[in-house]
């Protein structure tokens, strides 16, 4: 059974910082591209951020130089450090496992930037 499960969201005021976890289970993790991705209320869910097998990151043009997106195969763990957070980073936060036909998704985490 294939599990994400994010952690570290929270209310924190604009300016701050916030460290979002994502533990994998069920998969082969260094096989698989990991990323995050995050919806606002009302809005679609976009992508944040992503890393490959070899390490290689993309990130959102929003979060760029602020976000930075790192993985730890030996703990099947993702994480995203965000600095400099703003209110436009209001969303819930969700964890996703690609490769090939499989695609999982975490339950999500809410972030909260107040002005």
């Known amino acids: 059974q294939v599990q994400l499960v994010e952690s570290g969201g929270g209310l924190v005021p604009a300016g701050g910082s916030l460290r979002l976890s994502c533990a994998a289970s069920?998969?082969?993790?260094?096989?698989?591209?990991m990323g995050w991705y995050r919806q606002a209320p009302g809005k679609q869910r976009e992508l944040v951020a992503n890393?490959?097998?070899?390490?290689?990151?993309s990130y959102a043009d929003s979060v760029k130089d602020r976000f930075t997106i790192s993985k730890d195969n030996a703990e099947n763990t993702i994480y995203l450090q965000m600095n400099s957070l703003k209110p436009e980073d209001t969303a819930v936060y969700y964890c996703?496992?690609?490769?090939?036909?499989?695609?999982?998704w975490g339950q999500g985490t809410q972030v909260t930037v107040s002005s």
């Open positions: 890393i490959n097998p070899g390490g290689t990151t």
């Open positions: 069920g998969i082969s993790f260094s096989n698989y591209v």
């Open positions: 996703n496992a690609r490769r090939w036909f499989n695609n999982y």
